[in-house]
């Protein structure tokens, strides 16, 4: 069963596919988004960027997984220490004050803070009602990947460090937030996906978002374990579980 992957790979993208041949898996990287014939009949795996995968996935029968829209915006304030809401652009155009806004499981709407609601993209460039994450504005002095399988935190590195790109390993204090983070809302997430987390700089930790695996950079996790995440998290939907359906991209 073939990784499909690509013409263009992170450097991340690089360490899955040569971990995956390590493994004995064949990978396949195509070179544009058109799907061979000889392809299409085979059941695989996708690791790859959102729009690439929008385009992949359905002919080849693979079902890429991710979060709610509104997961961040409904986890408990304890976990997030800032408010977020999910709501349709046209609602976020009226804001008048500093906010940080997003697109929830894609990067459509580029993950900035905003002036004020008027900064954001059109609905001449965007629907509006277009789902856009709204949050406060909050800044993160240390932020931590964990790859997330079956509830449990599968493996997982630091990528950053105020806002500054700086992979390491998980810290203690990592992996006992994202712990109980996960043994509070891990069910309401699918069975495989990314958690980014972090610690303000006032020394809360809080959720940063969840991602979708295949389309998410391991900076220093295991890349075996990373894979193994990666491989449930974009697999034949005709091999998905039931609770992963409600999941599906």
Same mark, same amino acid.
């Given at each position: 069963?073939?990784?499909?992957?690509?013409?263009?790979?992170?450097?991340?993208?690089?360490?899955?596919?040569?971990?995956?041949?390590?493994?004995?898996?064949?990978?396949?990287?195509?070179?544009?988004?058109?799907?061979?014939?000889?392809?299409?009949?085979?059941?695989?795996?996708?690791?790859?960027?959102?729009?690439?995968?929008?385009?992949?996935?359905?002919?080849?029968?693979?079902?890429?997984?991710?979060?709610?829209?509104?997961?961040?915006?409904?986890?408990?304030?304890?976990?997030?220490?800032?408010?977020?809401?999910?709501?349709?652009?046209?609602?976020?155009?009226?804001?008048?004050?500093?906010?940080?806004?997003?697109?929830?499981?894609?990067?459509?709407?580029?993950?900035?803070?905003?002036?004020?609601?008027?900064?954001l993209?059109?609905? @001449?460039?965007?629907?509006?009602?277009?789902?856009v994450?709204?949050? @406060?504005?909050?800044?993160?002095d240390?932020e931590?990947?964990?790859?997330?399988?079956?509830?449990?935190?599968?493996?997982?590195?630091?990528?950053?460090?105020?806002?500054?790109?700086?992979?390491?390993?998980?810290?203690?204090?990592?992996?006992?937030?994202?712990?109980?983070?996960?043994?509070?809302?891990?069910?309401?997430?699918?069975?495989?996906?990314?958690?980014?987390?972090?610690?303000?700089?006032?020394?809360?930790?809080?959720?940063?978002?969840?991602?979708?695996?295949?389309?998410?950079?391991?900076?220093?996790?295991?890349?075996?374990?990373?894979?193994?995440?990666?491989?449930?998290?974009a697999?034949?939907?005709?091999?998905?579980?039931?609770?992963?359906?409600?999941?599906?991209?």
């Open positions: 069963m073939p990784l499909v992957l690509p013409p263009r790979l992170t450097a991340s993208a690089r360490t899955l596919r040569d971990t995956a041949r390590l493994r004995g898996l064949e990978t396949v990287q195509l070179p544009d988004r058109e799907v061979p014939r000889g392809l299409r009949d085979r059941a695989a795996h996708l690791h790859a960027g959102p729009s690439f995968a929008d385009a992949v996935a359905p002919v080849l029968g693979i079902a890429p997984l991710e979060a709610p829209a509104d997961w961040l915006a409904r986890l408990p304030a304890a976990f997030v220490r800032r408010e977020i809401r999910a709501v349709p652009i046209s609602e976020a155009y009226g804001l008048r004050r500093p906010v940080f806004v997003k697109s929830p499981n894609d990067k459509s709407i580029p993950a900035l803070v905003y002036a004020d609601g008027s900064r993209p059109g609905p @001449d460039a965007v629907d509006p009602e277009t789902v994450l709204v949050s @406060d504005v909050v800044t993160f240390a931590y990947r964990l790859y997330v399988l079956d509830g449990q935190i599968h493996t997982g590195s630091r990528y950053a460090v105020s806002g500054r790109l700086s992979p390491a390993p998980l810290c203690a204090a990592a992996l006992a937030f994202g712990s109980e983070l996960l043994a509070a809302a891990g069910h309401t997430l699918p069975s495989a996906i990314v958690v980014d987390i972090g610690v303000t700089d006032v020394g809360q930790w809080a959720a940063i978002e969840a991602n979708a695996a295949w389309a998410s950079g391991c900076y220093t996790s295991d890349p075996e374990r990373a894979l193994d995440v990666v491989l449930r998290a697999g034949p939907a005709v091999r998905l579980g039931e609770r992963d359906r409600a999941f599906v991209r």
